[in-house]
């Protein structure tokens, strides 16, 4: 059971176009941060290998040949902005390679968006010519199902979204877990990253989430910049925040170039992290 960090980077990516400052000419490779995505990669108990990305991001591909990951069997998806959508169209290769469909599970809001923008996806039958596309099984999360807290398993890791607010915009968090099944076959070092908490693009956590916050293994959590922000939570907000929730350790992610990895890492509390491209957790 493995937690993989495939991008930490902002909207914008790091470098950044156009950018000379230090963090986008720094030849530390923990200051390149590609956009903001994870995968959780876990071997089920009947012995079938298992990949679970959160988001799919412009960056997609990059990430997974990099990871050397070959398999998807679903998407967590937080919201529906560019940054966490764009690289949808590149799952049909994991399609082609494992010969199943893959699950995706989001809110209304961004499946809508989903079907809007890759409508030669979800409507394939409207396509000019019969073109290779990727193969999805849409699972929409219901607005009840969400303020119930209701959890959804995947081959033994227990998924339960849960609301944040990324400014205006209500956006999901997932809390992950492992089922006692699978907990069971899991080395100390796997079954100890759960739970964990995957929070990144937000500025606030809504009464009725605070639950899902609390006796967490692993914060992942979004820590933009130094610099207040309207939809972001800034490194001191974030640092704020885990202190209150006091996981076992917290990593940071979605960070622009503002933050240089080893002066920024060199002042935080203990047991926070900046977490960075291709860091990954467990065993």
């Excluded at 923008?117 to 607005?143: G, M, Q």
């Excluded at 968090?173 to 100890?192: C, F, K, M, N, W």
């Amino acid at each position: 059971m493995r937690f993989l960090f495939l991008g930490t980077g902002t909207s914008a990516g790091v470098p950044a176009i156009g950018c000379a400052c230090e963090v986008c000419t720094s030849a530390d490779p923990r200051d390149r941060r590609l956009r903001t995505s994870a995968a959780v990669r876990f071997t089920d108990t009947t012995g079938q290998a298992r990949v679970v990305l959160l988001d799919a991001g412009p960056d997609l591909r990059q990430q997974a040949l990099r990871a050397g990951l070959t398999r998807c069997d679903a998407i967590l998806f937080t919201h529906n902005h560019v940054d966490h959508t764009f690289g949808l169209d590149e799952v049909r290769r994991f399609n082609a390679v494992q010969r199943t469909p893959i699950d995706i599970l989001a809110d209304a809001h961004t499946m809508a968006h989903l079907r809007r923008v890759y409508t030669h996806i979800f409507e394939r039958e409207k396509n000019v010519n019969d073109s290779f596309v990727a193969s999805l099984v849409p699972r929409t999360l219901d607005e009840q199902a969400i303020a119930s807290g209701r959890s959804i398993d995947l081959w033994g890791l227990r998924v339960t979204p849960f609301r944040l607010l990324h400014g205006k915009l209500p956006v999901l968090g997932y809390r992950l877990d492992v089922d006692e099944g699978l907990r069971t076959r899991l080395p100390a070092s796997g079954a100890d990253l759960f739970p964990l908490a995957y929070c990144t693009d937000m500025s606030g956590v809504p009464n009725e989430s605070w639950k899902h916050l609390f006796g967490l293994r692993t914060l992942v959590l979004d820590a933009l910049r130094h610099r207040q922000h309207p939809t972001h939570l800034t490194l001191n907000q974030a640092v704020h925040l885990a202190g209150e929730l006091d996981p076992g350790a917290t990593y940071f992610v979605h960070m622009a170039h503002d933050l240089p990895h080893e002066a920024t890492q060199a002042e935080l509390p203990a047991r926070m992290f900046l977490a960075w491209d291709g860091l990954e957790l467990g065993g």
